[in-house]
């Protein structure tokens, strides 16, 4: 066991960390020179388009769009909500841009993927918190890019699953979306969502045949025991692929980082979730929602085979 062991206390968590502490060893990524990462950043600027890896600060974007693989950010960058742990503007977002989900398109075809994740700044103020957009740009990748799988991350739509179907209708290839912490801290971490709304979200996508995700950052405070406890109830609601990352705190007015987890631990919880029938497991100290999902097209086709078959 390792020596900064989790409280499983009750008490809040902090409103904010003044100082960051310093990242242990494992905890490296070097910077980005591929001139392939200069020339996808070209491209997304020349496109007026957003990503989640520059506006949620992902530690990853060199490794990622080195070899062409990005998460573009749709319905602008300015979210609704003001989660504590994320890097995203809060603020009252810009009129819904009806030419992204062409562009969107455009970017992607240039890129040749076999496989790439869209996500979504969070929309509350649309009255479908954004569903027809999403849909509207799934049609338009679908239709630039047959050959693709496409992954969609979505917030939770105030849990209306009528929005939720009109996404579905557009047929992504994965539906995901996050629940990022364990119940006992989603209040505080993920202020303006609830955790019930969440697992209804995934199920009733699971219910109408997707291939379903979600992920969850560790080091807030959480125990490993409430960490396997999300992992036996996600898998009993059907979700196929799983995500577990690190929290690394973007600046001192987010929540600090309460502990850093060992990459053993992430082993230890990686081995768990495939023992308790999990398909798919990422899990180390830098993974991320779309961490290697790049990687995963000839799983969703595994997943899909054996649902057909």
Request: charged share 25%.
């Amino acid at each position: 066991m390792h020596s900064d062991t989790p409280s499983t206390s009750k008490k809040k968590l902090p409103l904010a960390g003044k100082t960051r502490r310093k990242h242990p060893d494992w905890i490296r990524v070097n910077l980005p020179t591929s001139p392939v990462f200069f020339d996808v950043k070209k491209r997304v600027k020349e496109l007026n388009l957003h990503t989640v890896c520059e506006s949620a600060t992902c530690p990853n974007i060199g490794e990622c769009w080195s070899r062409r693989a990005l998460t573009i950010m749709i319905l602008g960058d300015i979210c609704t909500r003001s989660c504590r742990f994320c890097d995203v503007k809060t603020g009252r977002p810009l009129p819904v841009d009806a030419e992204e989900p062409a562009r969107v398109a455009q970017m992607l075809s240039e890129l040749d993927l076999i496989h790439t994740v869209i996500t979504c700044v969070d929309r509350d103020d649309l009255a479908d918190g954004g569903a027809a957009h999403w849909a509207q740009t799934i049609s338009a990748v679908k239709a630039a890019c047959p050959n693709m799988t496409l992954e969609i991350l979505t917030g939770d739509f105030k849990g209306n699953t009528d929005d939720v179907d009109t996404v579905l209708a557009a047929g992504p290839d994965v539906f995901a979306h996050n629940l990022e912490t364990v119940p006992r801290l989603s209040k505080q971490v993920r202020v303006q969502a609830r955790y019930d709304r969440s697992y209804a979200i995934l199920e009733h996508a699971r219910k109408s045949g997707a291939i379903t995700k979600t992920g969850l950052m560790v080091g807030l405070g959480e125990s490993m025991g409430e960490i396997r406890e999300v992992l036996d109830q996600t898998r009993a609601l059907g979700v196929d692929i799983i995500t577990l990352g690190q929290y690394l705190q973007p600046s001192p007015k987010h929540l600090p980082v309460d502990r850093y987890m060992h990459p053993d631990e992430f082993s230890q919880l990686e081995e768990y979730a495939l023992s308790i029938g999990f398909p798919h497991v990422e899990a180390g100290p830098l993974v991320r929602s779309s961490y290697h999902a790049d990687g995963q097209a000839d799983l969703v086709q595994k997943i899909r085979a054996s649902r057909t078959s």
